[in-house]
């Protein structure tokens, strides 16, 4: 391991101390275990984290044949750390030593040295399903863009980020499923940039607090809205029809992408129902708060969700009244 330091506001630190620092900031069971844990041990640990930390991702995997959900918890697991790596530590020095060394981790899985157990379960799931180590490695780009980029020019800047920082889940989704081609890619890709500037568009006055604006601020400034008008909370009419601008190339962005779900099996495209019907409530919610994102958080209803679910397990049995309907086609 590198000792190379790193400055702070605490001085001159080794980044052996930055990583320190930076575990004790998390939960104490994601730090690197003294002993290697095995399979079984590792893919317990990942379900543990995926069934106790994210609601929708525990209910979507009941959908999937029990034969992939240890492939998904995995998955999941490493999204989950190192999202958290980024974005939960509370210091920028700290969280990039982490994510430096996790990327290193990553390295360590594919030459078969995995210790941790989100890489120990991880190894195994890459081995079955033939996953490069591109999506892994571009998601740890985003989280450490994350710690040092908090403006973007425009569209384009914000939609490059989302190639490293949402489309690689949808990407792993679908070889976790058998499903690889460059087709089926090109509509996730779609899907999950929608999502992630759904859940963008959802957070603005949240993100704020992090100094993070992803608002594109070419249309920031066509609309006349500064970064002023986020800090005051105050949805000026201007702020809101920037918003009904955002709201809408995010659902042109959702129908691109529908189609997919009637090119894979029935079971993944119920969770792709499921998350692309969630994606656009979102932005219903957003609507009906007249795009004022900044007094209240637009949030989606139990009983909205609970809707959303049986609408998606209603299009396994009706086919036609999934979002993408059409039929369903085999993996090239």
Same mark, same amino acid.
């Given at each position: 391991m590198t000792h190379a330091t790193m400055q702070t506001e605490d001085?001159?630190?080794?980044?052996?101390?930055?990583?320190?620092?930076?575990?004790?900031?998390l939960p104490a069971e994601y730090r690197m275990p003294?002993?290697?844990?095995?399979l079984d041990e590792a893919r317990a640990w990942c379900r543990h984290l995926s069934e106790t930390h994210y609601?929708?991702?525990?209910?979507?995997s009941w959908f999937l044949p029990k034969a992939l959900r240890p492939h998904f918890h995995s998955i999941y697991a490493y999204c989950r750390v190192s999202d958290d790596l980024g974005d939960e530590v509370g210091n920028t020095a700290q969280s990039l030593a982490l994510l430096e060394?996790? %990327?290193?981790?990553?390295?360590a899985c594919y030459a078969g040295e995995a210790r941790h157990p989100v890489f120990v379960a991880l190894a195994e799931t890459i081995r079955a399903c033939n996953i490069p180590k591109d999506p892994f490695a571009n998601l740890l780009k985003a989280f450490r863009q994350d710690q040092v980029v908090t403006r973007y020019a425009n569209m384009a800047e914000v939609l490059d980020y989302c190639t490293n920082s949402a489309n690689p889940v949808g990407r792993l989704v679908l070889y976790a499923c058998g499903f690889a081609d460059e087709e089926r890619f090109k509509l996730s890709d779609a899907t999950c940039s929608a999502l992630q500037l759904a859940n963008f568009w959802q957070d603005v006055r949240v993100d704020w607090k992090k100094d993070r604006v992803y608002l594109p601020q070419d249309d920031m400034q066509r609309f006349g809205v500064t970064d002023e008008t986020i800090q005051k909370g105050i949805a000026t009419p201007e702020f809101r029809s920037l918003m009904k601008y955002e709201v809408?190339?995010?659902? %042109?962005?959702f129908h691109q992408g529908l189609p997919l779900i009637g090119m894979v099996s029935r079971e993944l495209a119920i969770d792709l129902d499921l998350f692309s019907r969630g994606g656009l409530e979102i932005l219903?919610?957003?609507?009906?708060?007249?795009y004022d994102v900044l007094s209240a958080r637009p949030a989606i209803s139990k009983r909205t969700k609970l809707s959303l679910a049986l609408r998606a397990v209603s299009g396994k049995a009706f086919p036609f009244l999934r979002l993408g309907a059409g039929p369903a086609r085999k993996a090239a």
């Open positions: 001085g001159a630190l080794t980044q052996d101390e930055l990583i320190r620092r930076g575990w004790a900031a003294e002993k290697t844990p095995t609601e929708n991702f525990h209910v979507a060394m996790w %990327d290193r981790e990553l390295d809408d190339f995010a659902r %042109d962005l219903r919610a957003i609507e009906q708060q007249d």
